[in-house]
């Protein structure tokens, strides 16, 4: 048996046998692992509110020979969604970061790129704060996982599309023009692409200090999570939420 303590970002957690809870744990070592926590729906000693998602803790587990799960022994809460104010549309958008990451990678593989993404997103979601990240959030995870397309060229005719507005299937792959544009093909903004751009920049802490409100570059944000559903192959039930807000 080894004995391991690190960085985890809690994601999900199910009910498992009488008293324990199966957890998903996004760690900074080991990637994404899933371990049990024993009687933690019994009792709060061990654990207390350290297994809500999106909790940034300090994990010690123990991972045993040719088994799957991990034994979770104790978690120390570094920070913690509740610690702030929160409301339906933070709800869902730390749903969504939880969600996609839980789709995307696969188990015990480290990609410490993404952990910290996922660490200055969950800095700056906060309550009427949530668009900016959000986006941020999707674009950057498009670019990490490499299904990010090119921005500044047709894909079809090689033209220079900057200053003009680009077109992207949801059904294939780059983005084209006016001319190129596949049938059912969405617009996205010259305006929007530029700030894709800058983006991938400029830190988030930095853009955050902006005005953000919802309908600014909603397109791109579209653009970005129908992106991730196409590569995922599903459907982001917490982005539906979003979108209802």
């Keep these: ?49 350290a297994l809500e998602p999106m909790t940034y803790v300090r994990a010690s587990y123990a991972e045993r020979p040719r088994q799957e799960l991990m034994r979770l022994d104790a ?15 933070r709800t869902a958008a730390l749903q969504l970061v939880a969600e996609t990451i839980e789709e995307a990678l696969p188990e015990q593989a480290p990609d410490d790129p993404i952990f910290r993404l996922v660490l200055s997103v969950l800095g700056e979601l ?3 704060r949530v668009w ?63 700030l894709a751009k800058r983006i991938f920049r400029t830190p988030l802490g930095e853009l955050a200090m902006e005005e953000f409100p919802r309908g600014r570059a909603a397109d791109l944000r579209r653009f970005a999570v129908e992106l991730l559903e196409r590569h995922l192959e599903r459907r982001l039930a917490s982005a539906r939420t979003l979108n209802r807000l």
């Design 75 to 89: 978690f120390e809460i570094l920070s913690s969604p509740l610690s702030q104010p929160i409301d339906y549309a």
């Design 126 to 128: 906060q309550v009427g």
């Design 132 to 194: 900016l990240p959000v986006l941020y959030f999707a674009l950057w995870m498009n670019r990490l996982m490499g299904w990010m397309p090119e921005l500044a060229h047709c894909v079809v005719c090689g033209e220079y599309l900057q200053g003009g507005t680009l077109y992207y299937s949801t059904t294939s792959d780059g983005m084209t023009c006016a001319d190129d544009r596949r049938p059912g093909s969405v617009p996205l903004s010259a305006e929007s692409a530029a």
């Design 1 to 49: 048996m080894i004995q391991r303590t690190g960085e985890a970002i809690v994601l999900r957690t199910w009910p498992f046998l009488e008293a324990d809870l199966l957890v998903s744990l996004f760690t900074r070592e080991q990637g994404r692992i899933k371990g049990v926590a024993r009687h933690a729906m019994r009792s709060r000693r061990r654990f207390g509110g």
